[in-house]
C-alpha cells in the first residue's frame, strides 16, 4: 500500500515483480496510473497525455505534449509493403487475427528495433506501434468489410483520425462529431493499462527472453484475444443480445450460478476486483453520456444491462462470490452506440492497451536486474521409473 509496493519474488517470474506504471486496489476499488486516480485522467485529460504520463511518469507540459503528439503523428503510416499483408487473409478472418499477424510482422519492416539494448530504438518502437497500431486496427476493419483503406490523416488529432480511418470512404467524408470522439478517447484512457493482467504479463514475459518490442505486442494481442480476457466486451455484449429481454434475466443469473453450466456472467468478476471496477462505473456514466447526446437513451440494451446489473448485485451467489462488473460490461454497449460493430471491439481495446503493454515492457528491460522470466511448476506427475 502506499509507497511500498509489497511482492513475493519466490512466486511471480522475474519478468513482473515489480512495477511503478499501475496501482491496483480491488478490495478498495482504485486504480492508479503513476499515481493518478482513473476518475481525474478520464475527466481531466486526453488519451495522448495518458500515453505520454504512462510512458514517461509524469503529465506532459503543453510544449512536452505539442512535441509528443507531433512524434506520434511521424510515424502514423505503415510501410506500403505491409499493407499488401492484408489481402493474405480471407476477408471473414476476425479482425484480432489480422492484427496478430501484422503487428508482429512489423518486427520485419524496422531492424533497428532488434536491439533492445539502445533506448533510442526502444523509443522509436514505442512510438511506432502507439501510431501505428490504430491504422492497422481500421485497415483490419475495412478489409473485413471490403471497403478500401483509409490513410491517417496527421491534420486530425489521434482519436478522430482513428474514427475517421474506420468511418471515412473515398464515397463519403467522415467528420467525427465531439461527443463520439470524447467518447472514445475516453475508451482508450480506461484501456491503456491495468498492471500486471494475463496479456502485460505475456509481454513481460516474451520481452524478457529480449525479443523485439514488436513481436512481444503481437503475443499481448493474441492473449487479450480470450473471452476471459480481452475478449470479453465482444462476448458480453452478444450475450446481452443473447438474453434479450429483462424477462429472461433470471434464466441467465441461474446459469451463471449453476457449475454444471460453462455459462458465465460476462463482463462480470475480475481476478483482482472484489469491489467495483472503477472503470465500469466510468464507462457506465459515459454510456448514459452517450445515448443522451445521440438521442439514444431508451437503448434496449442499455437497460436490458442496467437491470442485469441490478439483480446480480442483490444476488447472494454475486455478493458472496465478490463478482462486481467489470470495465467489459458497459464498454460494448457505448462502442455500439459509436457505430463501432461488434467484432472490432476487441481489437480496440488492444489498440488502446498498446500504450500499456510498452510501458511495461520498457519498464522491464530497462531494469539492468532483469533477467528471463522463468515462472516454476508444481510437478504432479508419475515419480521417476526405469524403462523396463
Ligand atoms: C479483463 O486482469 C485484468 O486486469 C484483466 C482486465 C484488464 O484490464 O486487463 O481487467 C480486463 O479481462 C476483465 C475480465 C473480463 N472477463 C470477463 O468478464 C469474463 C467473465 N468473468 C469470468 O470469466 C471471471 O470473473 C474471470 C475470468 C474474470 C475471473 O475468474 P476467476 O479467477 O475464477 O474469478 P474468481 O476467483 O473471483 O471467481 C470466484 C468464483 C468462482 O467460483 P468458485 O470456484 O468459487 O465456485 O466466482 C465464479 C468463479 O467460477 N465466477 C463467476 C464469474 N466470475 C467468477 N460466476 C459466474 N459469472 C462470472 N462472470
Redesign the pocket.
Known amino acids: 500500500k502506499g509507497d511500498v509496493f509489497t511482492y513475493d519474488p519466490g512466486f511471480v517470474s522475474t519478468a513482473s515483480s515489480k512495477s511503478a506504471i499501475t496501482f491496483?486496489d480491488g478490495d478498495q476499488g482504485v486504480l492508479l496510473y503513476r499515481g493518478y486516480p482513473i476518475e481525474q485522467l478520464a475527466t481531466r485529460c486526453d488519451f495522448m497525455e495518458v500515453c505520454h504520463l504512462l510512458l514517461n511518469g509524469e503529465l506532459p507540459t503543453p510544449d512536452q505534449k505539442q512535441q509528443f503528439v507531433q512524434t506520434i503523428k511521424n510515424h502514423t503510416m505503415l510501410h506500403e509493403q505491409l499493407v499488401k499483408f492484408f489481402s493474405g487473409f480471407r476477408r471473414d478472418a476476425h479482425p484480432m487475427a489480422v492484427m496478430v499477424g501484422v503487428v508482429g510482422a512489423l518486427s520485419a519492416f524496422y531492424h533497428e528495433a532488434m536491439d533492445i539494448s539502445d533506448a533510442l530504438h526502444r523509443e522509436q518502437s514505442a512510438f511506432r506501434l502507439i501510431a501505428k497500431l490504430p491504422t492497422i486496427t481500421a485497415m483490419a476493419y475495412k478489409y473485413n468489410i471490403g471497403q478500401p483503406f483509409i490513410y491517417p490523416r496527421n491534420d486530425l488529432d489521434y482519436t478522430e483520425n482513428f474514427l475517421h480511418m474506420m468511418f471515412a470512404t473515398p464515397a463519403e467524408k467522415y467528420e467525427p462529431n465531439a461527443v463520439i470522439a470524447r467518447a472514445m478517447d475516453r475508451i482508450l484512457i480506461l484501456?491503456a493499462?491495468?498492471?500486471?493482467?494475463?496479456?502485460?504479463s505475456t509481454v513481460r514475459l516474451a520481452g524478457s527472453s529480449g525479443a523485439n518490442p514488436f513481436a512481444c505486442i503481437s503475443a499481448g494481442i493474441a492473449c487479450?484475444w480470450?473471452?476471459?480476457?480481452?475478449?470479453?466486451?465482444e462476448?458480453?455484449l452478444n450475450m446481452l443480445e443473447e438474453i434479450g429481454d429483462i424477462s429472461r434475466i433470471n434464466e441467465y443469473i441461474k446459469r451463471?450460478?449453476d457449475?454444471n453450466d460453462p455459462?458465465?456472467?460476462?463482463?462480470?468478476?475480475?481476478?483482482?476486483?472484489?469491489n467495483f471496477?472503477p472503470?465500469a462505473n466510468l464507462m457506465r456514466e459515459t454510456c448514459h453520456e452517450v445515448l443522451n447526446e445521440l438521442g439514444l437513451h431508451n437503448d434496449r440494451l442499455f437497460k436490458l444491462a442496467l437491470e442485469l446489473e441490478r439483480i446480480a448485485l442483490e444476488d447472494d451467489?454475486?455478493i458472496s462470490?465478490?463478482?462486481y462488473p467489470?470495465?467489459?460490461?458497459y464498454s460494448g454497449i457505448v462502442q455500439r452506440a459509436l457505430g463501432i460493430p461488434t467484432s472490432m471491439f476487441t481489437s480496440i481495446?488492444a489498440m488502446a492497451?498498446t500504450v500499456?503493454w510498452v510501458a511495461q515492457w520498457n519498464e522491464m528491460i530497462s531494469d539492468p536486474e532483469q533477467k528471463i522470466g522463468r515462472p516454476r511448476q508444481l510437478y504432479v506427475g508419475t515419480p521417476r521409473r526405469d524403462v523396463p
Request: one cysteine or more; charged letters at 25%.
Open positions: 491496483i484501456h493499462d491495468h498492471e500486471q493482467n494475463a496479456s502485460t487479450l480470450g473471452p476471459a480476457h480481452g475478449g470479453a466486451n462476448a458480453c451463471a450460478k457449475k455459462f458465465r456472467l460476462m463482463g462480470f468478476g475480475h481476478r483482482v476486483y472484489k471496477d472503470r451467489y454475486f462470490k465478490k463478482l467489470n470495465v467489459d460490461f481495446f492497451r500499456g
